[in-house]
Each structure stands twice: as structure tokens, then as C-alpha cells.
């Protein structure tokens, strides 16, 4: 089960409290209140943790989904914005840590698949855990997760 934290703080608050836990998060970052903080297009910032440690932060459209920003960027951008509206999410200790593989029957319509379904088939090689796809990637890891589950629903990969 996971478990999900709601607040309200500054981004520096936000990462020394998750980094002194030393667990996996996934974290969703907005203003804490529509048209407060970061004028303009209105956005949604994510980022992963993996043992403490960031392992992405993107900001993304909130209208189309674009990436705005990513990385350091992203991190010293919403750090200049002072309060902000986030959500935790404790995974479980064994999220991600499974190794997806390809089917024998995986690459027929693969071209036909989304774009991020594309790339995330193309780096399951039994060898990389979603974690790693993710990082690799630079997606949150619950974004990989899904679209991984939606693969082996399709019969692509084996988990």
C-alpha cells in the first residue's frame, strides 16, 4: 500500500525532509494556490527520489503535458518560488525493483505504440529494473510503472 503525505512548504523544506528519510518517493509539486506562484502557463512539477537521492524533476503543462523545464533547472526554478502545494507518495519497498522482459511475440505493431511506450520497450532488456528505465528516461517512476503494466497487459513484455 502506499502511503501519501499532502503539504504545504518552501522546496528546501520539501527535499531535506525527504532526503533524510533515505526512502523511494514520488512527489507532485504545484502552487499552492492557481496563479499564485509561477505566473504564466499553468504547470505541474515532478520528482523522484530513489534512497533519498532526486532522481528526476520535471516540470511539465498542465495543459499539454510538454516538458517546461527539467533537472537542475526545474530544481533551482521552483526553488525561487517559495511556498508550494506537494504531494508524496511513499513506494513500496519493491516498487521498481522488478525486471521487465520482452515476450517472444512483442515487436510486431511496436510502431504503432505511443511514443513513451516505444521508449520504455526499448530499454526492457531483462536486465534494467523500472527504476533504472525511469532514470534512464528521465520519467517519474510511476509514469514507467504504468506504461510498463500497460505493455505486459498488451502482451509485449513479461514482469
Not at 530513489?50 to 537542475?72: F, H, K, M
Not at 508550494?84 to 515487436?107: C, D, F, K, N, Y
Not at 534494467?128 to 510511476?142: T, V
Amino acid at each position: 500500500m502506499k502511503e501519501q503525505t499532502s503539504n504545504t512548504s518552501d522546496l528546501a523544506t520539501l527535499l531535506h525532509g525527504l532526503q533524510e528519510t533515505r526512502q523511494d518517493w514520488e512527489v507532485s509539486i504545484g502552487p499552492p494556490e492557481p496563479g499564485k506562484a509561477g505566473a504564466g502557463e499553468p504547470w505541474q512539477a515532478h520528482l523522484s527520489f530513489v534512497a533519498g537521492s532526486i532522481t528526476t524533476c520535471v516540470v511539465q503543462s498542465r495543459t499539454d503535458g510538454r516538458t517546461l523545464l527539467s533537472d537542475g533547472e526545474a530544481l533551482h526554478w521552483l526553488a525561487s518560488l517559495g511556498p508550494l502545494h506537494w504531494t508524496r507518495v511513499a513506494l513500496p519497498s519493491q516498487a521498481g525493483l522488478q525486471i521487465p522482459r520482452r515476450s517472444a511475440r512483442a515487436e510486431r505493431e511496436v510502431m504503432a505504440w505511443p511514443r513513451k511506450h516505444r521508449y520504455v520497450f526499448a530499454l526492457v532488456d531483462g536486465s534494467r529494473s523500472a527504476w533504472q528505465i525511469a532514470a534512464l528516461l528521465r520519467l517519474p517512476p510511476g509514469a514507467v510503472e504504468e506504461i510498463l503494466n500497460e505493455l505486459q497487459a498488451m502482451g509485449a513484455i513479461i514482469m
